[in-house]
């Protein structure tokens, strides 16, 4: 069989990932693997798609093979799957998996992603590999590998693919983006009341007066990061709403005009001092624009099941903060264009992105229902975070998250350091051996518990201790 790895790592023959796909090549000499470097050759790719399209057609079962990186694929990859789907290429016939190496933070998503993206472009897919950054260096993990291939070949030999989980683009009437010169955003399925194009953009909001600059509150700002193009005119009258009704100045930055070099490289200079090799400046912008305000809302359309590979690039790049969680406390709040109520993985990753950083989502409003309604709704609901800075406590996405981190910044903190500064001042290395005297406590009520007269005379009074330090509280 003719297997193409597609290698989405910056590291290219440095990565992790791919000496997993390695070790498969030596175990499986009787299949053909075939390597495309398409992290590190992104650029050229993008310049002449031909040599990745041949190797394609060649292919009979294709690898996404990548790190994640900050809940998905590399912005690399994300890419090139934005090229194979404008290459038109036929993709029948051939079959698709991925293999990713990470800690395990939000690996679901990631391959969740890989796997929407194949019903996009009708690549029959088979559930992929998703490996410990070290598991290749154990017996275990190799043996979990060659298993893996076994079973995966196994499927394909049987026709037994996953059934895809989202609608594909056709399914929902296509994209919902407005050309420019047509004349309505009506979207397939929506009872959207259209929201008015360019030359009448600004919808009134229910309180007219205070659309205008100089009735904005004082003392606080927020800021709409967007990777807005000329097309983009649902959205671009999503965001002027917003910015109309809300109660606070509020500024807009788009992405698309800043000179991004590239997507991160892994290259872990910024471990230590926070600094990125990159000299295009998008760490002081991070730090000195971006997260200098008290709110922040992303502005996106729904392109490929996610924000699209710019935004990726956005999202990779925020590496020159680490794991630390510095925006907590601030609120986000996302405008957003498609079909976000049919995007289970999107909807999670947004989510999961505020809860892991200790961010409360205010909001999602989407062109899908009641625009105008869930653009004030988030408005108002933005303004009382800030003025109140409301922060719920973390739930599973957020605290499971962060325990993960906790423990890799703990091992690695020879590394990174600032990280393991951030993460000491914050009280965020919460291990539970640190709790000893909850621990001694518990091995004395074990001990009672285990004595029969004891358990017996305890009776009821086991829940009445427990309760004691509530109850004070409410005393
Ligand atoms: C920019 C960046 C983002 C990352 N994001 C994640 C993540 O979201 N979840 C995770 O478990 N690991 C994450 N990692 C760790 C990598 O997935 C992990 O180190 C991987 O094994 C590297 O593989 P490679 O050598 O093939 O590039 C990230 C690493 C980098 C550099």
């Given at each position: 069989?003719?297997?193409?790895?597609?290698?989405?790592s910056p590291?290219?023959?440095?990565?992790?990932?791919?000496?997993?796909?390695?070790?498969?090549?030596?175990?499986?000499p009787?299949?053909t693997?075939?390597?495309?470097?398409v992290?590190?050759?992104?650029?050229?790719?993008?310049?002449?798609?031909?040599?990745?399209?041949?190797?394609?057609r060649?292919a009979?079962?294709?690898?996404f093979?990548y790190?994640?990186?900050t809940?998905?694929?590399?912005?690399?990859?994300?890419r090139f799957?934005e090229l194979?789907?404008?290459?038109?290429?036929d993709?029948?016939?051939?079959a698709?998996?991925q293999?990713s190496t990470?800690k395990?933070?939000?690996d679901?998503t990631?391959?969740?992603?890989?796997?929407?993206?194949?019903a996009?472009?009708a690549?029959?897919?088979?559930?992929?590999?998703?490996?410990?950054m070290?598991?290749?260096l154990?017996?275990?993990?190799?043996?979990?590998?060659t298993d893996?291939?076994?079973?995966t070949?196994w499927?394909?030999s049987?026709?037994?693919?996953?059934?895809?989980?989202?609608?594909?683009?056709?399914?929902?009437?296509?994209?919902?983006?407005?050309?420019?010169?047509?004349s309505?955003?009506?979207?397939?399925g929506?009872?959207t009341?259209?929201?008015?194009g360019?030359?009448?953009?600004?919808?009134?909001?229910?309180?007219?007066e205070?659309?205008?600059?100089?009735?904005?509150?004082?003392g606080k700002r927020?800021?709409?990061?967007?990777?807005?193009?000329?097309?983009?005119?649902?959205?671009?009258?999503?965001?002027?709403?917003?910015?109309?009704?809300f109660?606070?100045?509020?500024?807009v930055?788009?992405?698309?005009?800043?000179?991004?070099?590239?997507?991160?490289l892994?290259?872990?200079?910024?471990?230590?001092?926070?600094?990125?090799?990159?000299?295009?400046?998008?760490?002081?912008f991070l730090?000195?624009?971006?997260?200098?305000?008290?709110?922040?809302?992303?502005a996106f359309?729904?392109?490929?099941h996610?924000?699209?590979s710019?935004?990726k690039?956005?999202?990779?790049?925020?590496?020159?903060?680490?794991?630390?969680?510095?925006?907590?406390g601030?609120?986000?709040g996302?405008l957003?264009e498609?079909h976000?109520?049919?995007?289970?993985?999107?909807r999670?990753l947004?989510?999961?992105?505020?809860?892991?950083?200790?961010?409360?989502?205010?909001?999602?409003?989407?062109d899908?229902?009641d625009?105008?309604?869930?653009?004030?709704?988030?408005?108002?609901?933005v303004?009382?975070?800030?003025?109140?800075?409301y922060?719920p406590p973390?739930?599973?996405?957020?605290v499971?998250g962060m325990?993960?981190?906790r423990?890799?910044?703990?091992?690695?903190?020879?590394?990174?350091?600032a990280d393991?500064?951030?993460?000491?001042?914050?009280?965020?290395?919460?291990?539970?051996q640190k709790?000893?005297?909850?621990s001694?406590m518990m091995?004395?009520?074990?001990?009672m518990?285990?004595?029969?007269?004891?358990k017996?005379?305890?009776?009821a009074?086991?829940?009445?201790?427990?309760?004691?330090?509530?109850?004070?509280?409410?005393?």
């Amino acid at each position: 069989m003719n297997i193409l790895i597609l290698n989405g790592s910056p590291k290219g023959g440095n990565s992790i990932t791919l000496h997993t796909c390695l070790y498969l090549e030596k175990k499986y000499p009787e299949h053909t693997f075939r390597y495309l470097n398409v992290g590190p050759k992104i650029k050229q790719l993008e310049k002449n798609f031909s040599p990745a399209l041949e190797a394609l057609r060649e292919a009979e079962l294709i690898v996404f093979c990548y790190p994640v990186y900050t809940f998905l694929v590399p912005s690399q990859l994300h890419r090139f799957i934005e090229l194979m789907k404008a290459s038109g290429l036929d993709f029948s016939g051939k079959a698709a998996t991925q293999v990713s190496t990470s800690k395990h933070f939000y690996d679901i998503t990631a391959h969740r992603f890989i796997e929407d993206n194949c019903a996009d472009l009708a690549l029959p897919y088979l559930d992929g590999l998703s490996a410990d950054m070290d598991d290749i260096l154990s017996e275990k993990g190799r043996r979990q590998a060659t298993d893996w291939l076994d079973f995966t070949l196994w499927k394909l030999s049987r026709r037994e693919f996953r059934r895809p989980l989202v609608q594909t683009p056709d399914q929902v009437g296509g994209d919902a983006r407005v050309i420019p010169g047509s004349s309505t955003p009506v979207i397939p399925g929506s009872s959207t009341p259209v929201i008015p194009g360019p030359d009448d953009h600004v919808i009134p909001g229910p309180d007219r007066e205070s659309q205008s600059a100089a009735s904005k509150k004082d003392g606080k700002r927020a800021v709409i990061v967007t990777d807005l193009v000329p097309e983009d005119v649902t959205l671009k009258a999503m965001i002027d709403r917003f910015v109309a009704v809300f109660p606070y100045a509020c500024d807009v930055i788009n992405i698309q005009d800043f000179p991004f070099m590239g997507g991160c490289l892994s290259c872990f200079s910024c471990a230590a001092t926070g600094k990125c090799v990159y000299k295009d400046g998008f760490d002081e912008f991070l730090r000195g624009t971006i997260h200098k305000h008290d709110a922040i809302l992303y502005a996106f359309r729904i392109k490929d099941h996610s924000m699209g590979s710019r935004f990726k690039m956005y999202d990779d790049r925020q590496f020159c903060n680490g794991h630390r969680t510095v925006t907590m406390g601030t609120p986000f709040g996302y405008l957003v264009e498609g079909h976000y109520s049919k995007e289970e993985n999107l909807r999670l990753l947004l989510e999961a992105r505020a809860q892991v950083g200790g961010n409360f989502l205010a909001g999602v409003a989407t062109d899908e229902f009641d625009v105008n309604k869930d653009i004030d709704t988030l408005a108002a609901t933005v303004a009382y975070a800030m003025e109140k800075q409301y922060t719920p406590p973390q739930n599973f996405l957020g605290v499971g998250g962060m325990k993960i981190f906790r423990d890799l910044i703990y091992m690695m903190r020879g590394l990174m350091r600032a990280d393991h500064k951030f993460f000491k001042a914050h009280g965020q290395y919460d291990f539970p051996q640190k709790k000893w005297k909850t621990s001694l406590m518990m091995y004395l009520v074990g001990w009672m518990m285990n004595n029969p007269s004891i358990k017996r005379k305890a009776g009821a009074k086991m829940s009445e201790g427990m309760i004691g330090p509530y109850k004070k509280i409410l005393e």
